[in-house]
């Protein structure tokens, strides 16, 4: 059972272009909801989080945006830049849990 | 601090033998996490350990995998008798405060089974 959804599976996009990664989820207890970037050979790591009281979080070229009634949330990009191309994660954990359920990953290309 | 270490880095091995997955959590982290990552399946939880205990193997495959904790800077994931279906990336990350902060992982052992 897929508890977090994340599409696409891969993403191409060219060098000043906006990246866009999409999650959705159906469980309502999740209440907080973090990206990871794995790059090819390194473990995840946390890029940006955000909880369900505010629709967005911006954290330099990246942003993060929340729909909580349609229970979706999705990664930005802005000015893709050679250096992002890695493999994203969308993750989310619920207030009671101490592991997050993480998506199937989208893999990023900027072309130069 | 170093981070996480995990060894070896790669693995290569025959079907039927054992195979034992090395990982050192940052030093004062309590929390320690196993996770395969696959291109069928993602990252999967094999189990976590909070203060050197099993807490949730829900998620280890079947009896050929184990995994201890002697102490709070070692853990083991063992797999006997290996086969080529866990072919895989495994990862190790460690937390604080029982995994209600955010978990840094290792660079990972890829383990190939022929």
């Known amino acids: 059972q897929q508890q977090v959804k994340q599409s696409p599976q891969s993403l191409i996009v060219q060098k000043g272009g906006i990246s866009i990664i999409n999650c959705a989820y159906e469980?309502?207890?999740?209440?907080?909801f973090p990206w990871y970037q794995q790059f090819p050979g390194k473990g995840p790591a946390l890029l940006i989080a955000?909880?369900?009281?505010?629709s967005e979080k911006k954290e330099g070229r990246f942003t993060i945006s929340f729909n909580k009634s349609a229970k979706q949330f999705s990664l930005h990009i802005m000015d893709s830049q050679p250096g992002d191309s890695a493999t994203y994660f969308c993750a989310a954990r619920a207030g009671g849990s101490y592991i997050p359920t993480f998506g199937r990953g989208t893999s990023l290309i900027v072309h130069p | 601090d170093a981070g996480v270490i995990q060894s070896p880095r790669h693995e290569v091995t025959e079907m039927g033998q054992e195979v034992t997955l090395r990982c050192k959590p940052i030093s004062g982290h309590n929390s320690l996490f196993w996770y395969r990552q696959t291109m069928m399946r993602g990252l999967e939880l094999l189990i976590y350990?909070?203060?050197?205990?099993?807490?949730?193997d829900s998620g280890m495959p079947e009896d050929r995998f184990s995994a201890k904790m002697p102490n709070a800077s070692f853990s083991t994931l063992k797999i006997q008798p290996s086969e080529p279906r866990d072919s895989a990336v495994y990862f190790c990350?460690?937390?604080?405060?029982?995994?209600?902060?955010?978990?840094?992982f290792g660079q990972g052992t890829r383990l190939t089974v022929v």
């Open positions: 955000i909880r369900p009281d505010v």
């Open positions: 469980n309502t207890a999740f209440d907080y």
């Open positions: 990350a460690s937390s604080l405060q029982g995994g209600r902060t955010e978990a840094f």
């Open positions: 350990f909070n203060n050197n205990v099993p807490i949730d």
